[in-house]
Antibody, heavy 119, light 109 residues
Framework: QVQLVQSGAEVKKPGASVKVSCKVSGYTLTELSMHWVRQAPGKGLEWMGG????????IYAQKFQGRVTMTEDTSTDTAYMELSSLRSEDTAVYYC????????????WGQGTLVTVSS | SYVLTQPPSVSVAPGKTARITCGGN??????VHWYQQKPGQAPVLVIYYDSDRPSGIPERFSGSNSGNTATLTISRVEAGDEADYYC????????????FGGGTKLTVL
């Protein structure tokens, strides 16, 4: 069973950066294709990017290219998502999500991390 | 990028069947996945690859996909099924690969 535990809520000012972590247990990070999905208050799910095992690289949604970086520390089985140049519209719950077999759907989800961007 | 269209809301009486649609251009050629999300909780995968159920998901949940419409069907609806439901596909032909529908609020009357 894969378990994903994310870092705690963050409050940031516009223009700042935020780095959210996602600790994996039950399996190693190298066995998974980690993705990040966000959800603004009262809105739907939005895919931000993730590792595509077919391409062997991390793919970012065009909307976030240049502002988002997804990294992994395999020594601690922790994935990170850093979003820069924050604006109020980035206020959302950020989820890490993955599956053991496929990189195209998400059986396992973190609990979510609320990032609030406010001056 | 690929667009998935869901009705904003569906209402159904307990014990009846709910059908939630997900429209997309030739979606039948793609694999569709469905998630249930209750307030304040992370999404839960309920259907993957059009019609497969993860372990622990009741048989009341089923899926189909053909032409331009995929459908999540919930039989013998219970009060606990009230939630938001999202369809999702993986569009390997574009940079925006993980595509979600806008979500459907299922209300149990």
């Amino acid at each position: 069973q894969v378990q994903l535990v994310q870092s705690g809520a963050e409050v940031k000012k516009p223009g700042a950066s935020v780095k959210v972590s996602c600790k994996v247990s039950g399996y190693t990070l190298t066995e998974l294709s980690m993705h990040w999905v966000r959800q603004a208050p009262g809105k739907g799910l939005e895919w931000m990017g993730g590792f595509d095992p077919e391409d062997g690289e991390t793919i970012y949604a065009q909307k976030f290219q240049g502002r988002v970086t997804m990294t992994e520390d395999t020594s601690t089985d922790t994935a990170y998502m850093e979003l820069s140049s924050l604006r109020s519209e980035d206020t959302a719950v950020y989820y890490c999500a993955t599956d053991l077999i496929s990189g195209s759907y998400y059986r396992y989800w973190g609990q979510g991390t609320l990032v609030t961007v406010s001056s | 990028s690929y667009v998935l269209t869901q009705p904003p809301s569906v209402s159904v009486a307990p014990g009846k069947t709910a059908r939630i649609t997900c429209g997309g251009n030739n979606i039948g050629s793609k694999s569709v996945h469905w998630y249930q999300q209750k307030p304040g909780q992370a999404p839960v995968l309920v259907i993957y690859y059009d019609s497969d159920r993860p372990s622990g998901i009741p048989e009341r949940f089923s899926g189909s996909n053909s032409g331009n419409t995929a459908t999540l069907t919930i039989s013998r609806v219970e009060a606990g099924d009230e939630a938001d439901y999202y369809c999702q596909v993986w569009d390997s032909s574009s940079d925006h690969r993980g595509v979600f529908g806008g979500g459907t609020k299922l209300t149990v009357l």
